[in-house]
């Protein structure tokens, strides 16, 4: 499988394929290209953001994944942004979700309110 590298702007094109039980990355100019091509073949991950509803306010909040979660869980933690609604105030950092979707992912505001 092809894919590049996005751990830094140099964007190596990487060669990921399985051979029996290793997973064997070429193409990568640095060990995080390694690791990055493995875990994009084992258990891809995404940082999610988004926005949640602030109560009594049009503005939305804007929100992220502390940590990247697994690819087949984002429609579900987009889903869980969606049905929240915050109280102000908050600050950058605040837990707004914890443990999202069954991640064990916490979702936070990236913004003061
Ligand atoms: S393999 Fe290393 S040098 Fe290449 S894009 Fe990934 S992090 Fe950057």
Avoid: W
């Avoid at 936070?108 to 309110?113: C, F, K, Q, S």
């Amino acid at each position: 499988m092809k894919m590049i590298c996005i751990s830094c702007p140099r964007g190596c094109e990487l060669d990921v394929e399985k051979n029996g039980n290793e997973v064997v990355v070429t193409g990568n100019a640095c060990p995080r290209g390694e690791e990055y091509g493995r875990n994009e073949l084992v258990n891809p991950t995404r940082m999610v953001t988004g926005l949640v509803k602030v109560a009594g306010m049009r503005k939305p909040l804007p929100v992220k994944t502390a940590r990247p979660v697994p690819k087949g869980a984002i429609d579900a933690v987009l889903f869980a942004m969606h049905q929240m609604t915050v109280q102000l105030p908050v600050k950058i950092g605040d837990v707004i979700i914890p443990g999202v979707a069954g991640t064990g992912v916490d979702i936070v505001a990236t913004a003061n309110m």
